[in-house]
DNA sequence: ATGTAATACTTAGCTTACGAGGCTTTTGCA
DNA sequence: TGCAAAAGCCTCGTAAGCTAAGTATTACAT
C-alpha cells in the first residue's frame, strides 16, 4: 500500500461510504421539504412507501422491506400510528404477529406524494445518463449485498 | 407517467436514496466492529479521518470537511476531546475561532486504523471494476452537488 | 467611534437509528 | 404431554443527525 492509496481513503470524497452518507442526508433532507406539508416526515414516508405496495405485511416483514432494525421499527410504526396513517391488528392465527395496515387516509396521500419523490429523483439524477444511474444502482445494491453476506 | 413509472419509485432498490441509506449504515457497522475495539466509534472516526489530513483546523472548517451541521459536530468534538483525541483551543487572533488539534495518541492510530477501511472498502467493492466504482463516485458527488446546490 | 451585520460556536429539543436483553406465543421433538 | 427452542415484538440506553434560536466576537459602513 503505497502512501497515494492511503491518501486516497482519507480523503472522504474517495469513499463510497462518505458519499453514501452525505447523500441520504441530501435526499432525505430535499424529500422532508415537500412533504411535511402533508403532515409527513421523512421516516414516516419510507414506511408509507412500503406500504403503499405491500399492505397488510407483519412488523417484521416491514422493518425488513424499509431496510431498519426491529427495535427502529417499533418507534417508527408508532408514530405512523399515532399520526393515524396505519393501524396495527394482531394476526388472530399467531398472537405473536402485529399486522400493519393503512388507513384510508394514508391510502389517499400516495396520489399526492409519489409526484413529489418522482420530482427529489429527477432533479438529483439531473445531467446522469441513465446508463450510468443504473451502474449505481446495480453496484450499491452489490456492496450492500457484500457488507452484510456472512462472514 | 405510466403506473409501471410510479411503481419504479416505490420499490425501495430503485431508490438512490434508499440505497444510499442502506449504504451507509452497512459501511458503519463494518467498519465500527473493526475499529471499536480500538476505542473509536464509527462516528468519531469520520472526524479522525478529516484530522489525520488537516490537523489544526477551525471547528466550523472541521465539521464542512466531514459533511455535518455545527450543531451535531459540537457533540461529536466533544466525544473526540473527552476521549482524548484531541484539543481544543480557543483562537488567539480571533476569540471566536476554535482550533481542533490531535493528540498524539490520535495520531498513532491512524497508523492502526486505515488498514480497516482500507479492508471495509475492498470488502465492499469486491467484484465491481474499477471503472465502474469511479463512475459510481463521480455520479454521487453529482447527485449530492444536484440536491444542495442553491436554486 | 459606534451601531449593525456577519461569523463562530453553543444549547435545546426533536428524529432516526442501533444493540442488548426481556416478554409472550408458537413450534418441534423427546 | 411437556418443555426447550425459536419467532415476533418491546424496552432501555446510547449515538448521530437536524433545525431554530442564543451568545460572543469581529468586521464594516457611516
Not at 441530501?26 to 421539504?33: D, G, H, N, P
Not at 405496495?53 to 405512523?80: F, N, W, Y
Not at 450499491?140 to 456472512?150: G, P, Q, R, S, V
Request: proline residues 3%; glycine residues 6%; hydrophobic residues 40%.
Amino acid at each position: 500500500m503505497t502512501k497515494k492509496n492511503l491518501i486516497e481513503y482519507l480523503e472522504p470524497i474517495h469513499s463510497v461510504g462518505y458519499l453514501a452518507r452525505i447523500n441520504f442526508r441530501a435526499f432525505s433532507k430535499a424529500l422532508e421539504k415537500l412533504i411535511e406539508p402533508h403532515g409527513v416526515s421523512a421516516g414516516q414516508w419510507r414506511f408509507l412507501r412500503v406500504l403503499w405496495e405491500h399492505d397488510g405485511v407483519t412488523q417484521r416483514e416491514l422493518c425488513r422491506k424499509v431496510g431498519i432494525t426491529e427495535a427502529t421499527g417499533v418507534k417508527g410504526i408508532a408514530s405512523l400510528a399515532a399520526a393515524g396513517f396505519v393501524k396495527r391488528t394482531i394476526d388472530t392465527r399467531d398472537k405473536r404477529k402485529i399486522i400493519i395496515t393503512l388507513t384510508p387516509h394514508a391510502r389517499t396521500l400516495e396520489a399526492k406524494l409519489i409526484p413529489m419523490v418522482v420530482e427529489v429523483n429527477e432533479r438529483a439524477l439531473e445531467g446522469i445518463t441513465k446508463k450510468e444511474a443504473d451502474i449505481v444502482r446495480r453496484v450499491l445494491a452489490k456492496t450492500y449485498f457484500n457488507l452484510t453476506k456472512e462472514n
